[in-house]
């Protein structure tokens, strides 16, 4: 519960019940994210081939890909322009366009045309973090940590139902022909989000109705909102639904040396328990406080992630240690979204979230490239370990965020 003063989680309180239509709203919104991640999944299981067949180095694809993120993350920033648009028109059709991009990169004859459909995708799915966070964070005021943890748990899913299926497809039919049936679903599932969420306000932010924006310098003059967003761009070269699921396939199959099917694997185990760890801890931490729970998933989160590169010699071991990096590193973003959306009014909420995913996404894209030029570099294990280093600075960060306001 938020103190009415302060803005203040207060721990013990109970969280009310649920208004109809509530759970329906969480749930479409969350597999909105669901269908996104399907998309970012896949990808990269395709690179350590796209690596081999374009003859490019990881440096080149962290630079493409580092680009694509940062865009992404810019065209986020906008997310206050299209307050008027409902959440439905916004992430049913972002859906439909991430297919084409899938099929598109399937298709591509060369590396300039695959890195054109990544970025055209990047573009696509710029809506879904503003937007669904904001939805959400307006419409459960004193659940943000559980409703947000759900959004980030659909996005768990959606990574977690393509290891195994799309490793065994690249296995059977190759890379290209398995980027393209998984874009055909994409896009009809896109489709049946348009027709599911329905127009209305149900599925338009509030502050669609005030129309307001929240100016930058209002987001970046508070000592509050800097920090969680500092925190946020120092810990993107670990987070759970990206750096790590950009180069965790690559690891385990260069690195490590293991099979498709092997790498798929492991993989899923790492993205069932990126559906656990969230979903967990965003309970807890509406219920006892945010401040100490996300702590603990930065610091636990560390210790698993630098752990990851040195187990490469041992399946068990990586397995098991797949398993801690999504309970603990994939539950960060939810909660470090909660901090950061309690600081401001419910209808400020999208266009600040603008910012947050420009400058904490577009930032940290930074990471993406500098990471590929490590790897290509210090080897596999010395990012992991960058990585957890990052974990442990974000979580320092925290530490200065004012109390009276989270």
């Given at each position: 519960?938020?103190?009415?003063?302060?803005?203040?989680?207060?721990?013990?309180?109970?969280?009310?019940?649920?208004?109809?239509?509530?759970?329906?709203?969480?749930?479409?919104?969350?597999?909105?994210?669901?269908?996104?991640?399907?998309?970012?999944?896949?990808?990269?299981?395709?690179?350590?081939?796209?690596?081999?067949?374009?003859?490019?180095?990881?440096?080149?694809?962290?630079?493409?890909?580092?680009?694509?993120?940062?865009?992404?993350?810019?065209?986020?920033?906008?997310?206050?322009?299209?307050?008027?648009?409902?959440?439905?028109?916004?992430?049913?059709?972002?859906?439909?366009?991430?297919?084409?991009?899938?099929?598109?990169?399937?298709?591509?004859?060369?590396?300039?045309?695959?890195?054109?459909?990544?970025?055209?995708?990047?573009?696509?799915?710029?809506?879904?973090?503003?937007?669904?966070?904001?939805?959400?964070?307006?419409?459960?005021?004193?659940?943000?940590?559980?409703?947000?943890?759900?959004?980030?748990?659909?996005?768990?899913?959606?990574?977690?139902?393509?290891?195994?299926?799309?490793?065994?497809?690249?296995?059977?039919?190759?890379?290209?022909?398995?980027?393209?049936?998984?874009?055909?679903?994409?896009?009809?599932?896109?489709?049946?989000?348009?027709?599911?969420?329905?127009?209305?306000?149900?599925?338009?932010?509030?502050?669609?109705?005030?129309?307001?924006?929240?100016?930058?310098?209002?987001?970046?003059?508070?000592?509050?909102?800097?920090?969680?967003?500092?925190?946020?761009?120092?810990?993107?070269?670990?987070?759970?639904?990206?750096?790590?699921?950009?180069?965790?396939?690559?690891?385990?199959?260069?690195?490590?040396?293991?099979?498709?099917?092997?790498?798929?694997?492991?993989?899923?185990?790492?993205?069932?328990?990126?559906?656990?760890?969230?979903?967990?801890?965003?309970?807890?931490?509406?219920?006892?406080?945010?401040?100490?729970?996300?702590?603990?998933?930065?610091?636990?989160?560390?210790?698993?992630?630098?752990?990851?590169?040195?187990?490469?010699?041992?399946?068990?071991?990586?397995?098991?240690?797949?398993?801690?990096?999504?309970?603990?590193?994939?539950?960060?973003?939810?909660?470090?979204?909660?901090?950061?959306?309690?600081?401001?009014?419910?209808?400020?909420?999208?266009?600040?979230?603008?910012?947050?995913?420009?400058?904490?996404?577009?930032?940290?894209?930074?990471?993406?490239?500098?990471?590929?030029?490590?790897?290509?570099?210090?080897?596999?294990?010395?990012?992991?370990?960058?990585?957890?280093?990052?974990?442990v600075a974000a979580a320092v960060t925290l530490t200065f965020v004012p109390r009276h306001q989270v």
């Open positions: 519960m938020i103190h009415p003063a302060s803005g203040e989680l207060t721990p013990g309180h109970g969280l009310g019940s649920w208004a109809k239509g509530d759970k329906k709203f969480v749930a479409l919104v969350s597999l909105s994210h669901a269908v996104q991640h399907v998309y970012t999944g896949i990808l990269p299981l395709t690179y350590p081939l796209v690596v081999t067949d374009f003859h490019i180095s990881f440096a080149t694809l962290g630079l493409m890909l580092g680009a694509s993120r940062f865009l992404n993350g810019v065209l986020q920033g906008a997310a206050g322009v299209f307050a008027s648009t409902s959440a439905r028109t916004l992430l049913g059709g972002q859906n439909v366009l991430l297919g084409l991009a899938a099929v598109g990169a399937g298709l591509a004859p060369g590396f300039p045309a695959f890195g054109a459909a990544n970025i055209a995708g990047a573009v696509a799915g710029a809506p879904q973090h503003p937007v669904g966070s904001a939805a959400l964070s307006q419409r459960f005021p004193h659940r943000l940590s559980t409703v947000l943890s759900w959004h980030t748990a659909g996005g768990g899913l959606g990574t977690a139902a393509v290891p195994l299926l799309a490793s065994a497809a690249i296995a059977a039919w190759g890379w290209r022909t398995a980027l393209v049936l998984f874009g055909i679903p994409i896009s009809l599932a896109g489709i049946v989000l348009l027709v599911a969420m329905r127009a209305g306000a149900a599925s338009r932010p509030a502050a669609a109705a005030a129309g307001t924006r929240v100016p930058l310098r209002q987001v970046l003059l508070r000592r509050g909102p800097i920090l969680v967003i500092t925190s946020g761009t120092v810990a993107a070269a670990g987070r759970g639904l990206g750096v790590l699921s950009i180069y965790v396939p690559s690891y385990l199959a260069k690195g490590a040396g293991l099979a498709s099917l092997e790498v798929g694997a492991i993989v899923t185990v790492m993205a069932i328990g990126g559906l656990v760890g969230p979903i967990a801890m965003g309970t807890l931490a509406d219920r006892f406080g945010r401040r100490g729970i996300i702590t603990l998933s930065y610091l636990g989160g560390a210790v698993a992630i630098g752990a990851f590169g040195l187990v490469m010699h041992s399946p068990l071991l990586l397995v098991i240690d797949a398993a801690l990096v999504g309970l603990l590193a994939y539950a960060e973003s939810p909660l470090l979204q909660s901090m950061f959306a309690e600081q401001f009014d419910r209808e400020a909420q999208q266009g600040a979230f603008g910012v947050y995913f420009m400058i904490a996404y577009g930032a940290g894209s930074i990471w993406v490239i500098a990471l590929g030029a490590i790897i290509d570099s210090f080897g596999f294990s010395a990012a992991f370990l960058l990585m957890a280093a990052s974990f």
